[in-house]
């Protein structure tokens, strides 16, 4: 079952909690921006303070609508599927990456990402250097130059 953040406990996915804290697997869980994630690891389970890690699904077809990173840097590791990006100002400029694909996207940076399949999902690890994950994410009009 997949599920908001405000619904969710997400320390009961931990073990541990001594100095060294696990998930194990930890399940699609959450529900952000069309995009699924498992329990993961940040500030709200393990009391991380300035990182958070987290594997992302992006079913077929799916997209991750226009957003921008506030003041915090992310990358990615692609381990199934191919995304497009489309980025920058008006998000005129397009990478495109596949599995093995490590990505790192800036601060500030406006993107919107593809599912460029219409059967399989786009599976990345995500690590973020801001420990609160997606709260410090804000959307992004396209229109806006």
Known sequence: ????????????????????????????????????????????NVGATKLSMNVATIPPGGVAYAHIHVDFEVMLYILQGHVRHEYGPGLTKVVENQAGDFIFIEPGVPHEVFNMSDVEPVIAVVARSDASEWENIVPYDRKTL
């Open 1 to 44: 079952m997949i599920t908001t953040e405000t619904e969710l406990d997400l320390k009961q996915f931990v073990e541990g909690g001594d100095g060294i804290s696990t998930i194990r697997g930890g399940g699609s869980v959450r529900g952000w921006n069309g995009i699924r994630y498992r329990a993961g690891l940040s500030a709200k």
